[in-house]
C-alpha cells in the first residue's frame, strides 16, 4: 500500500493570491476527507503576516470532519504555531527547514541549526500532548537562491530530524526541477548511510514536469510515502517560479494502474478539486483531472 499526504488544502492554497474564504477551504476539506487519503495536511498555524491566505487557520480548522484511518496535520513553524495547533485538537504537526540555509532564511528567518534547536523542545511538548511530529527538509535537490544541493546537506539535516523524535521527514523538491537521476542519488546516499525508508517521503513539485518520473524511480528504490496536492494546486510563496505540487490524480492514476493501491478513491478527489476549481474561477494544472472533467474514460479504466 502507497500512502499519500494530500497537501493541496495547505501547500496548495498558501499560494493563492486572491483571498479563499474558510467556507471554500471547509468544503474542499470535507470532499477531500470523503476521497480515502490517510494523511491530508489541512493548513498552517505560521504567521499570518507571512502567509496571509491560512490566517483562518483556526476558523477552518474547528470545522475538520472526522473520518476513521484519516489523519490531520498541521504544518507549524515554531512554539506558537504548534500551540495554536494543539489548542484546535491536531494530534500531528509538521514542522519544516531546509537543505538550503538561503532557503531557510528567505522562508522561516533563521539559519537551519536554530531551526533544528528550536525543534527539541517543540517535539517534546507535541509528545507529551500525544501528537506525532512529521518534518520536511525543503530545497533537498535545488535552492532557488542556492543552486544545486548536494546530497550530504539533505542527509545532515534529515538525519537530525529523526534523531530529534521526528517520526517521517518528507523531502522537497520545492522549486521542482529535480529529475530522477538526481532523486535516485540523493535517495541511495540516504539508505547508503542508514537512513530507512518507512522514515522518508517525497514531495515533488512539478514545475519541470518531472514529478511523477521523479515518482517512479523513488518507487523502484522502494519508497512508499508521497505527499500530493489536489488538483495540481500550489506552490511555494518563497520560492518565485516554483508550481504546484504533484497534482494527486495524476499520481492516483499511474500507482492504481501499476498495481499500487492507494486507498484513494479518483472520482471523489477530482469533485473535490472541480468544486475547488469552480470557486478559484480557473482551471487547475492536473491532466488527469482535465481528462475526467472532459468525460474522457477508457472502456475500463476511470
Ligand atoms: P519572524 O518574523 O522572524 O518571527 O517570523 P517572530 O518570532 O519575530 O514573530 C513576528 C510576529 O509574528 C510576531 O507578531 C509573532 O507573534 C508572530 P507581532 O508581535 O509582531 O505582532 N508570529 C506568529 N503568529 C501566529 N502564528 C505563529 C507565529 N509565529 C510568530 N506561528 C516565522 C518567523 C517562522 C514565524 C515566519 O517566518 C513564518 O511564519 N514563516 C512561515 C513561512 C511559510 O509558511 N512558508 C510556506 C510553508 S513551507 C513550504 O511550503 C515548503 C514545503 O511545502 C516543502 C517544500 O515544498 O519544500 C513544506
Ligand atoms: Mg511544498
Redesign the pocket.
Known amino acids: 500500500m502507497i500512502k499519500l499526504v494530500e497537501?493541496g488544502p495547505r501547500?496548495g492554497l498558501?499560494n493563492e493570491v486572491r483571498p479563499v474564504s474558510a467556507e471554500v477551504k471547509v468544503a474542499f476539506l470535507r470532499a477531500l476527507s470523503q476521497a480515502g487519503y490517510a494523511e491530508i495536511e489541512a493548513t498552517?498555524?505560521?504567521?499570518?503576516?507571512?502567509?496571509p491566505q491560512l490566517a483562518d487557520a483556526e476558523e477552518v480548522s474547528r470545522q475538520l470532519c472526522e473520518q476513521p484511518g484519516l489523519v490531520y496535520t498541521a504544518?507549524?513553524?515554531?512554539r506558537?504555531?504548534l500551540e495554536?495547533a494543539l489548542a484546535c485538537g491536531y494530534k500531528r504537526v509538521a514542522v519544516?527547514t531546509a537543505a538550503s540555509e538561503a532557503f531557510s532564511q528567505k522562508?522561516?528567518?533563521?539559519t537551519i541549526a536554530a531551526s533544528l534547536q528550536e525543534f527539541a523542545p517543540l517535539v517534546e511538548q507535541a509528545r507529551q500532548a500525544g501528537a506525532s511530529v512529521r518534518g520536511?527538509v525543503?530545497?533537498a535537490w535545488f535552492c532557488p537562491y542556492a543552486g544545486v544541493i548536494q546530497a550530504p546537506a539533505v542527509y545532515e539535516v534529515t538525519r537530525a530530524m529523526l534523531d530529534l523524535g521526528i517520526d517521517e521527514v518528507?523531502l522537497?523538491d520545492?522549486v521542482g526541477l529535480a529529475v530522477p537521476s538526481q532523486v535516485h542519488s540523493t535517495l541511495q546516499h540516504l539508505l547508503d548511510n542508514g537512513l530507512e525508508r518507512p522514515q522518508l517521503a517525497l514531495?515533488f513539485?512539478d514545475t519541470s514536469g518531472t514529478a511523477l518520473a521523479n515518482v517512479l524511480i523513488s518507487l523502484q528504490l522502494g519508497f512508499a510515502t508521497f505527499d500530493c496536492s489536489a488538483g495540481g494546486l500550489g506552490g511555494?510563496?518563497?520560492a518565485p517560479g516554483a508550481s504546484g505540487n504533484l497534482a494527486s490524480e495524476d499520481l492516483v492514476y499511474m500507482l492504481e494502474h501499476m498495481g499500487y493501491p492507494t486507498g484513494v478513491d479518483l472520482e471523489r478527489l477530482a469533485r473535490a478539486s472541480l468544486e475547488l476549481a469552480a470557486h478559484l474561477g480557473r482551471t487547475l494544472p492536473s491532466r488527469t483531472l482535465a481528462r475526467l472533467q472532459a468525460g474522457w474514460q477508457t472502456a475500463e479504466r476511470t
Do not use: A, E, I, M
Not at 498552517?44 to 502567509?51: A, D, E, K, T
Not at 522562508?107 to 533563521?110: I, L, Q, S, V
Open positions: 497537501v501547500d498558501q498552517s498555524f505560521v504567521s499570518p503576516r507571512w502567509v504544518l507549524v513553524p515554531n506558537k504555531g495554536r519544516f522562508n522561516t528567518n533563521r520536511y525543503s530545497t518528507s522537497g520545492t514531495h513539485h511555494c510563496p518563497y
